[in-house]
């Protein structure tokens, strides 16, 4: 995360929240200065039991909220600096436009700033991975994969 000219004024560590595919999870604590850097790779499964069809699937993501938060550890809850939302099916499926990097597909968004953020907002960089695949379901004794 990048936020040139940007200090901020508590010193308390940060971290990154996110939620994806009704899941949560978050990052380890990084120290509060500007780039904050975050190589973590997170990972999340979902099983969506009644979809057979590929374009469901599609338009189920549509209507899914992935967000990422970045979070300071101010007691006693912590602050959300900035935040970043995005229907799901795009956050896992961006345009093909975008570079090709060494991990999958190297995106730069900017993140909402909160109220309390003083400065320019964030930008966030991150690449994401999507793998789908078929399960077996057993209906009585007919097998449909």
């Known amino acids: ?7 901020l004024k508590d010193k ?5 929240s996110v939620f994806v595919l ?20 997170l990972v999340f499964e979902k099983e969506f039991a009644n979809i057979v069809d590929p374009g469901d699937l ?8 992935a967000v990422i938060e970045l979070i300071q550890l101010i007691p006693p809850v912590g602050k959300v600096l900035a935040t970043y939302e995005e229907n799901t099916r795009d ?3 961006p345009d093909p436009k975008l570079t090709h ?3 999958g597909l190297q995106r730069e968004v900017l993140m909402k700033r909160s109220l309390s953020f003083t400065g320019i907002a964030p930008k966030l960089r991150f690449s994401t991975t999507s793998l789908i695949s078929d399960s077996l379901l057993i209906l009585g004794r007919t097998h449909i994969q």
């Open 1 to 7: 995360i990048t936020c040139p000219g940007v200090q």
């Open 12 to 16: 308390q560590e940060l971290y990154l």
């Open 22 to 41: 009704g899941q949560y999870s978050k990052t380890g604590c990084v120290p509060a200065v500007f780039p904050l850097f975050f190589q973590e790779k």
């Open 58 to 65: 599609v338009k189920l993501l549509e209507f899914d909220t």
């Open 91 to 93: 956050f896992l499926f």
């Open 101 to 103: 990097g060494r991990r």
